[in-house]
T-cell receptor, first 115, second 112 residues
Framework: GAGVSQSPSNKVTEKGKDVELRCDPI?????LYWYRQSLGQGLEFLIY????????KSGLPSDRFSAERTGGSVSTLTIQRTQQEDSAVYLC?????????????FGQGTRLTVV | TQLLEQSPQFLSIQEGENLTVYCNSS?????LQWYRQEPGEGPVLLVT???GGEVKKLKRLTFQFGDARKDSSLHITAAQPGDTGLYLC????????????WGLGTSLAVNP
């Protein structure tokens, strides 16, 4: 597609349920990032992919969070046993190589609400 | 812990006014990026500055990177309602290039 696409755009889930968030990056972009943005907060780095590997997953807040990327393209962020503090907007970004070397393109985000 | 402080946090001005927002840190960054984010959308890159003292202009927007590469400013001349949004700065250092450090942003409202 022409831009980074994220789905769903909104997700309401019950506490304790698992959720999957999907990111379709721009075709050909090798670098992919997941961020979390809470109300009144900046962007919190979660994980970085280069191709299918994740050289930096240091931002994942707990072992309930995991992410994978297949075919150097689509990425899925999975949150198991969701908690209310997981409520936030989850943003995905892709770039040609490195977020500091080339422009990063963001999706519109997935707003997750845990009730 | 690296931090980027943005000020002011909120700014509401009338169309035609000038404004400056600031991004400050005690840490040195190898580069700094400015983004604008509109409601329901992801941030969009405006500019990247990499050299201490660098000034970049984008139409009515002027970006400056501090000489010591610890701070940056964004000046908007004759603000328009279309400039309304959340302005975020993000810094990177040579040792951790892939993980940008983000400020909390300045929320700007330009009233017609």
């Amino acid at each position: 597609g022409a831009g980074v696409s994220q789905s769903p755009s909104n997700k309401v889930t019950e506490k304790g349920k698992d959720v999957e968030l999907r990111c379709d990056p721009i075709s050909g972009h090798t670098a992919l990032y997941w961020y979390r943005q809470s109300l009144g907060q900046g962007l919190e780095f979660l994980i970085y992919f280069q191709g299918n590997s994740a050289p930096d997953k240091s931002g994942l807040p707990s072992d309930r969070f995991s992410a994978e990327r297949t075919g150097g393209s689509v990425s899925t962020l999975t949150i198991q046993r969701t908690q209310q503090e997981d409520s936030a907007v989850y943003l995905c970004a892709s770039s040609l190589f490195d977020i500091t070397g080339t422009e990063a393109f963001f999706g519109q985000g997935t707003r997750l609400t845990v009730v | 812990t690296q931090l980027l402080e943005q000020s002011p946090q909120f700014l509401s001005i009338q169309e035609g006014e000038n404004l400056t927002v600031y991004c400050n840190s005690s840490s040195v960054f190898s580069s700094l990026q400015w983004y604008r984010q509109e409601p329901g959308e992801g941030p969009v890159l405006l500019v990247t500055v990499v050299t201490g003292g660098e000034v970049k202009k984008l139409k009515r927007l002027t970006f400056q990177f501090g000489d010591a590469r610890k701070d940056s400013s964004l000046h908007i001349t004759a603000a328009q309602p279309g400039d309304t949004g959340l302005y975020l700065c993000a810094g990177a250092n040579a040792g951790n290039n892939r993980k940008l450090i983000w400020g909390l942003g300045t929320s700007l409202a330009v009233n017609p």
